[in-house]
Every structure is written in structure tokens, then in C-alpha cells.
């Protein structure tokens, strides 16, 4: 706590200029967890899951909006990715950057990359992002 303004809280062991230094995350194997099917009248509806995870390595100024790549994410277990697994029509993708979600306008998930849209803001180094791409299959 500050001594003068004792609501304001300062931190001078894990942050550098107010931003917190993530360490490198790796998701625990959740492989053999899936949602359970849905069974509605004329068939049941399976959900299928994939998130991709990847922890900023330099500051990307957005002024131009920013292109990331497939190959700079990794799966849940921790594997790399050549591409994203996109459910279309039938799913939708998530966006997420600093455990925060984005609204659906500012982003678009293609096989092969992230593409942020132009705003004048900036992802930090250490900052995580995850895409999370569901799918529905009925049979």
C-alpha cells in the first residue's frame, strides 16, 4: 500500500512500469475432458473445443492493426500449431487478450492467423492471448 493514498496500491517486486511480468503458461493436459453431447429431439449435438494459447514476446503497437500467425500459438497440451481449427457455420471463435474478451468487431480468426483490427493501443510483451474455436456436429 501507498503510505499517502492508501487505496492505491503499488507493487515494486513484480511490476515494471504498472504492467505484471507474466511467466510462460502451459496448460495441463485436459485431452481426455470434453463436453458431454446434447441430445435433442432428432438427434444429439456434440460440441467440440479447441484453444490456442500464445504469451506476447515484444510489445505490438496496433496503430496498423496486427497480423498473428498460426505457428505462434500452441495447443492445450502445450503442442504447436501450423493452423487454427475454425467451425464454420456451425461454431464461433472467442478472443482473448489478457484474460479479457474482446468484443467480435475487433478481430478476425482466419485458418492461418490472428488479425486485429487498427486501434491506438498496444499488446504488451507477456501479455497472454487465447483463441478459443467451438464447433457444434449433430448426428
Not at 504492467?19 to 503458461?25: C, D, I
Not at 468484443?103 to 480468426?109: D, I
Amino acid at each position: 500500500m501507498n503510505k499517502k493514498n492508501p487505496k492505491k496500491f503499488v507493487c515494486n517486486d513484480c511490476c515494471e512500469e504498472n504492467r505484471f511480468n507474466w511467466h510462460r503458461l502451459k496448460a495441463s493436459d485436459i485431452s481426455s475432458i470434453s463436453p458431454p453431447p446434447v441430445t435433442i429431439p432428432g438427434g444429439t449435438i456434440f460440441p467440440t473445443i479447441n484453444r490456442y494459447f500464445y504469451i506476447v514476446t515484444e510489445d505490438i503497437d496496433l496503430t496498423n492493426g496486427a497480423t498473428l500467425p498460426a505457428n505462434l500459438f500452441s495447443d492445450d497440451n502445450g503442442n504447436p500449431v501450423t493452423e487454427f481449427k475454425i467451425f464454420n457455420p456451425n461454431g464461433y471463435v472467442n478472443l482473448y487478450i489478457n484474460g479479457v474478451m474482446q468484443e467480435g468487431g475487433a478481430y478476425k480468426v482466419t485458418p492461418d492467423s490472428l488479425i486485429i483490427s487498427p486501434t491506438n493501443d498496444t499488446i504488451f510483451a507477456g501479455t497472454p492471448i487465447i483463441i478459443e474455436s467451438l464447433g457444434f456436429q449433430s448426428m
